[in-house]
């Protein structure tokens, strides 16, 4: 098996960590995650993670509290899930650093990007934690930012549904299923996929991006050898 990319930016919703349980940390389920994490990485490629964390906390969901103290809440639960996956990663014996954009030296390294790139050039899962340390972002921006920053080949963005739909698939069973998108036609038609400002991110970054299912987490593996699952975001036009 060969890979597609040489860096990638795995991004994982912190549901996904909480398995069947819908809170919290599901060990199992996180295990299953980072045996296809490993596997992945195992084919050599350089491999950036972000995790959110909804699974604790959504910073949105609470419209009495403070939008900044509710995200920064958000910000922590991050925290929870990256040393979740440090924990499992290591067990397997796959290197790893957690880099916080929060400082919280005691827990893990601060965010610094150019020790980020020695990192994954020294073949050490880079997890970065804690969102972009500035409430009003999602971590999906995180993802994008930090592809960027790191210039990842892609996003890769595990989701609950295995690819964009122009409609919940679950309510609507007729949803219209896409297998390529453009930046612009995610925006234009609206579709839940990024929030508009990590998407915008993407499209003036260049970065593409595959929607995938995590349902089965061995996609992460055929994500990175390029199977043809999920949709794929870029800036072509010919579907
Ligand atoms: P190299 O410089 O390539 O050798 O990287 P390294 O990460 O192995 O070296 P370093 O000495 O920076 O880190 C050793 C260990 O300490 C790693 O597990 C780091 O994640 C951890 N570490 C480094 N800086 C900090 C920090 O500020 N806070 C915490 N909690 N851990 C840190």
């Not at 020695?118 to 930090?146: M, S, Y």
Request: with cysteine.
């Amino acid at each position: 098996m060969k890979a597609k990319y040489h860096r990638v930016m795995i991004k994982l919703s912190g549901e996904a960590l909480a398995g069947d349980d819908g809170f919290g940390i599901n060990s199992s389920t996180v295990k299953k995650i980072c045996t296809a994490i490993k596997s992945a990485y195992d084919l050599g490629i350089e491999i950036a993670v972000v995790v959110g964390g909804g699974n604790f906390w959504r910073g949105r969901q609470s419209n009495e509290m403070d939008k900044s103290t509710a995200d920064y809440m958000g910000m922590l639960a991050t925290v929870l899930n990256a040393l979740a996956l440090q924990d499992s990663l290591e067990s397997m014996d796959v290197p790893v650093r957690v880099q916080t954009a929060i400082e919280m030296r005691e827990i893990a390294e601060p965010y610094i990007k150019r020790k980020a790139m020695r990192h994954l050039e020294k073949k050490r899962i880079v997890i970065f934690a804690a969102g972009t340390g500035n409430p009003f972002f999602t971590t999906d921006t995180t993802a994008a930012l930090r592809a960027a920053e790191i210039d990842a080949d892609i996003i890769l963005l595990a989701k609950n549904v295995d690819a964009v739909y122009d409609s919940d698939p679950n309510v609507n069973p007729n949803a219209k299923r896409y297998s390529n998108l453009t930046y612009l036609d995610v925006i234009n038609k609206g579709l839940k996929v990024m929030d508009s400002t990590a998407i915008t991110l993407c499209m003036d970054n260049c970065i593409p991006i595959l929607v995938f299912g995590l349902k089965d987490p061995q996609n992460i593996l055929r994500a990175i050898t390029g199977e043809k699952i999920g949709t794929l975001i870029n800036g072509d036009d010919d579907e």
